[in-house]
């Protein structure tokens, strides 16, 4: 496993570096983050051993069980907490991630500011924007992106870093990516976190600071059965 995951992890840093190229980007200015949820803590060694620092997570228990002692024995490793998150789950999540990617309400919001307040941690803190419109999804519709950032940062006293993103699987990425970024430049964040492992090339090429990358690097996932 170690040989074919540094291949296909030396692969993909290799396809953003391009991207950057033909993006006219400075190279290092899109940051990968490595998906490894459902992968256990022994399949991320491999990724660390090969220089890999950034990981991201769908759900704060998984990340609970697998994460402290890699962190304690690599303390440059920054976690980055990537699928939804509830409110009574604040707690936890300021204490292990360094950055939060799916603040879509108020509720979330306030549960973060008590907690940073509390603990003194000031974790990366992104708005996911639900810029297809799905009701099965997370995320603040993009007409309410910038009234929803202001009151993060008024209200709840947030500092907000940028914007999320993930696209219908069913449509071009592209516009997707582009609404976003145009967002971002009107409300004035300078961090997209888009793209992943089907389209972070085409994220890089609309201006992602961050793309978030699975299967490509770690293989298929094997999700335990349903109850």
Not at 79 to 84: D, F, Q, R
Not at 138 to 144: D, L, M, N, Q
Request: net charge neutral; hydrophobic share 45%.
């Amino acid at each position: 496993m170690s040989d074919s995951l540094e291949a296909r992890l030396s692969a993909v840093r290799g396809h953003i570096a391009a991207a950057e190229a033909a993006a006219h980007r400075p190279k290092g200015s899109a940051r990968l983050i490595a998906v490894s949820k459902t992968f256990p803590a022994e399949a991320m060694e491999p990724a660390i051993a090969a220089g890999q620092r950034l990981f991201g997570e769908n759900r704060v228990q998984e990340a609970q069980a697998k994460w402290p002692a890699l962190v304690a024995a690599h303390p440059d490793i920054e976690l980055h907490l990537i699928g939804p998150l509830q409110s009574n789950k604040a707690r936890e999540a300021v204490a292990l991630f360094d950055a939060i990617h799916t603040v879509d309400r108020d509720k979330i919001a306030g549960a973060l500011a008590e907690e940073i307040t509390r603990q003194d941690k000031r974790p990366k803190l992104f708005v996911q924007v639900n810029t297809g419109l799905e009701p099965q999804k997370a995320g603040i519709a993009p007409r309410e992106a910038a009234a929803f950032v202001e009151r993060c940062r008024t209200e709840h006293g947030l500092a907000i870093g940028g914007l999320m993103c993930i696209p219908p699987a069913a449509e071009a990425p592209g516009p997707h990516f582009a609404l976003l970024a145009k967002l971002a430049g009107e409300i004035g964040l300078a961090e997209l976190s888009m793209g992943m492992s089907g389209d972070y090339e085409t994220a890089v090429a609309f201006g992602a600071t961050y793309v978030r990358v699975g299967g490509a690097i770690f293989g298929s996932r094997a999700y335990p059965p349903s109850a």
